[in-house]
């Protein structure tokens, strides 16, 4: 019982590393559709897209982008943008002021360094202005196609709570989190994760009692264990086969 290990501080470092694959697996029925939420179609988009999502929704983020990448269509174009025309669309994302001298930064970088290209390399790309491992992780992940863990705010908290990690460190954890997931589930158990901590494990009340990882978690009970009271918490659009899987169908009456 390596949940209960864990929580006793007691769980070997193999142990820990089967039981986060059987949570990954575990992630994957539940969110069989997780993916990266900004919406982009190339490098750069993803990584604009990226820097506007820090403290702010990536549905926000989603319905702010359409115009931006309408009239910036290139490194080139945000080198020579106006700020005050990049601060006027982004506003809605907050920090746009940062936002915009980050995006202008990027965009001079990568027309004075890289040929108007985002870089591949981990290296290159923290570089960067407005970039650092985790959205470097993000870029290489999804635009890339090169494995990596984006440790963002939703990594955090679940990762703590199944006590895979320890710290709040967002490198440490990436490098810990490492040993524990095969390398060509980086990218997709970042997403399954990130997917679990908007629809399951939200930061304020877990739905534990709803929760397909309750097994596998030392911190169950840190929200509702109540399956019908748990399975009000839920979000998403597939909250019946959350449910489903949790096995408390009966039990809510579903
Ligand atoms: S059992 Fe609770 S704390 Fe653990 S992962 Fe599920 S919702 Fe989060």
Redesign the pocket.
Known sequence: MTAADAKKGKETELAKKRRARVIDRLLAAAHPDAHCELDYSNPLELAVATILSAQCTDVRVNLTTPALFARYRDAADYADANPEDVEEIIRPTGFYRNKTRSIIGLGKALVEHHGGKLPEGMDDLVKLPGIGRKTANVIRGNAFGVPGITVDTHMIR?TN??KLVDGKDPVKLEFQLQKLVEPREWTMFSHRIIF?GRR???ARK???G?????A????????PTDPAE?AKLLKGDNVDELIRLAGIEHAVGA
């Open positions: 679940i709570r199944l679990h399951v494990c939200i877990p739905a534990c709803a929760c397909t990882l309750a596998q978690c030392p911190s169950f009970g840190e929200g748990a």
